[in-house]
């Protein structure tokens, strides 16, 4: 169970290094990203964006709960978050409906503030998990998306004043990305080295699995 846990952490690490600054760029800036994109006409649905964004951040943390329950032979603890993530996705959107998208994009995010403890309380029944332990493994990508956060803020402030172009919107993206890879290096090299690390594994089995299949 301790080196199952230890996995079952560090793939929840390397997630979240990848999806938060994603989700956390996505949340600050909807609202440039949809009028470019789809057009002013579509602005106002960029709230819906940003809220969905902050629910897309915390399922991140939570994806690999399932399929850590399945994997030690307790199918009955995915049933029961499957069950509970329909149930109540179900009620709060029907009661969200009425008041618009904005308030099914809230229900949404509301949905997974509430399965975020319940999950992990179904976990513990796999195996010991602390709360203090995860916040350690995601402590980085926090402290770096906090610091895209401001770098993207002080950016549309001095650099890109009124409306943000397209051009504009890319530099930001750039702009956010190096700060944000920066931060890690900077707090955290060890977690960026084994991020790199895991990488490289990956694409090796990958073009391990297509060789032999030409093979």
């Known amino acids: 169970n301790e080196r199952f846990r230890d996995v079952f952490m560090k793939s929840t690490q390397l997630v979240a290094l990848v999806v938060f600054p994603v989700f956390v760029f996505l949340a600050i800036e909807g609202a440039d990203i949809v009028r470019i994109m789809f057009g002013s006409k579509w602005e106002t649905s960029s709230v819906s964006l940003q ?3 902050l629910g897309g951040l915390l399922h991140s943390i939570t994806i690999f709960n399932s399929p850590v329950c399945k994997a030690k032979g307790r199918p009955s603890l995915v049933l ?7 149930v109540l996705g179900v009620v709060l959107v ?5 008041f618009g ?7 949404i995010l509301v949905r997974e503030i509430v399965l975020l403890p319940y999950s992990f309380f179904l976990l513990n029944k796999v195996f010991e998990f602390r709360y203090s332990s995860l916040l350690k493994r995601l402590w980085s990508p926090i402290i770096g998306s906090v610091s895209m956060v401001f770098s ?14 397209a051009i504009d919107l890319l530099l930001m993206m750039l702009t956010a990305g190096i700060v ?3 931060t890690l290096l900077l707090i955290d ?7 790199i690390n895991s990488g490289r594994m990956v694409l090796a089995r990958g ?3 297509k060789g032999s299949k030409s093979g």
């Open 51 to 53: 809220f969905l964004a």
């Open 101 to 107: 998208i904005v308030a099914v994009a809230v229900a």
């Open 94 to 98: 029907l009661t969200a409906v009425q």
């Open 189 to 195: 090299p060890k977690t960026v080295n084994d991020a």
């Open 207 to 209: 073009v391990d699995v």
């Open 152 to 165: 993207v803020y002080v950016a549309k402030a001095i650099l890109f004043e009124g409306v943000v172009s």
């Open 80 to 86: 029961r978050i499957s069950v509970v993530r329909a």
């Open 180 to 182: 944000y890879v920066a």
